[in-house]
């Protein structure tokens, strides 16, 4: 089943009524489908991303039902564009639970709309999957259903600040971001983590992803000394107005931050070619190009598939497919061995070690549901940018 933006249905305006411990459940037929309940954000500020995974997630489901599905029951996604809002996101996934009674939640995939649908996805017993970063989504003791297939945020920040201070060797930082809630969140984790490796935060700020004109916080910038700007945003407009605006200023500064500064929709966006000199963005070992310009075979591997199946490559990030890709995998591996009740789907991921994904190795524990390995998350540089996939950034690793 090819998902696509004409199946998708709009959100849901359900109420959002108090849910008991454990939504109702059906019994389950054996040729019962497996219904995964998919909150992309494919339209709005923040879509790059899911339109990006949604393709990843096409490609597994096809694969999966092409093959006879799982122990002989298919996948159905249910997919809802989440618009990029977060309160259409909580009324999809109060939809998607009541009305459709998933058996998983896959999403949303962006960090401000799984903040505010997290907890009432949680308190349904729904298992939910979701590639966000912001730390505080993941806490077994509030959320003990919910799983991250992909980095935190303090891990995404520890590879950017070494990169910035341990191999640039640039203590004068400027920090910005957009007002969503991964963007605020992000400000709030790396500040403290610069401070700590000894950086001096000589300009921290949030703005409004929509703003036209981002100079004044760059003269701020540049005023207050900044050896280099480190920018933490999902939305590509932004990203290229912050890009085009050093370079029209003369202002040869590296950047160095989020994985959208490398996606083609940044590069798109871009007034020349030239203005991607000298950026660097946070991407995964996995889906990176080592010195010999080669990609793991695993990956290469993946690559050859979307090919075949003529997958749109040059204006997205290879990783956002892979981890799209990865996803209804997790959940068909879970239903394959133990079933597809809440507490069974979340027990086996509770028993997973270096699961064998595209974009990276997931480990989970009882105690630990952060999967991803801290040696996996990388610096490249955006101007390499090739297929979806990078270069490792120069002196990565020294």
């Known amino acids: ?22 939504l109702a459940r059906p019994a389950i037929a054996a040729s019962e489908p497996i219904r995964i309940g998919f909150l992309p954000a494919l339209t709005g500020p923040s879509s790059s991303t899911g339109v990006a995974i949604n393709r990843g997630t096409a490609l597994a489901v096809d694969e999966i039902n092409a093959a006879g599905g799982v122990n002989g029951r298919r996948i159905e996604m249910i997919v809802r564009d989440t618009q990029s809002d977060p309160t259409k996101a909580v009324n999809a996934a109060t939809e998607l639970m009541r009305g459709q009674h998933v058996d998983v939640i896959w999403g949303p995939l962006n960090s401000g709309e799984s903040l505010a649908a997290t907890p009432l996805i949680a308190r349904a017993g729904v298992p939910q999957l979701d590639p966000c970063w912001v730390d505080t989504l993941i806490d077994v003791a509030k959320y003990p259903f919910a799983f991250r297939n992909i980095c935190s945020n303090r891990q995404v920040g520890a590879a950017a600040n070494h990169y910035v201070l341990d191999v ?17 969140a992000s400000v709030d984790t790396y500040v403290p983590m610069l401070k700590a490796k000894g950086a001096d935060v000589v300009y921290q700020g949030n703005t409004d992803a929509a703003n036209p004109d981002v100079k004044p916080e760059l003269l701020r910038m540049q005023s207050a000394g900044a050896q280099v700007i480190m920018p933490w945003s999902v939305n590509a407009g932004f990203l290229a107005r912050i890009i085009n605006t050093r370079s029209q200023m003369g202002w040869d500064v590296p950047i160095v931050g989020q994985t959208t500064l490398g996606s083609g929709q940044t590069k798109a966006l871009l007034d020349k070619p030239e203005y991607w000199a000298n950026v660097y963005s946070n991407n995964f070992l996995p889906c990176s190009y080592n010195a010999s310009g080669k990609l793991p075979a695993r990956t ?64 989970f524990t009882p105690e630990q549901h952060n999967g991803y390995p801290d040696d996996e998350v990388v610096m490249i540089q955006a101007n390499s940018f090739r297929n979806g996939a990078f270069s490792l950034a120069p002196g990565y690793g020294a």
């Not at 209804?328 to 991921?349: C, F, L, N, T």
């Open 168 to 184: 640039l060797k640039l203590k004068q930082v400027a920090v910005i971001s957009d007002t969503t809630g991964y963007g605020t």
């Open 300 to 363: 290469q591997a993946f690559m050859d598939r979307l090919s075949s199946a003529k997958i749109e490559m040059g204006d997205t990030l290879l990783w956002w497919i892979a981890i799209g890709y990865d996803g209804p995998r997790m959940v068909a591996d879970a239903v394959k061995h133990v079933g597809s009740e809440p507490k069974q789907i979340a027990g086996y991921w509770n028993t997973l070690t270096a699961w064998p994904g595209v974009n990276g190795d997931i480990t």
């Open 1 to 22: 089943m090819s998902i696509t933006r004409r199946q998708v249905l709009a959100g849901s305006t359900a109420g959002l009524a108090s849910f008991a411990t454990c």
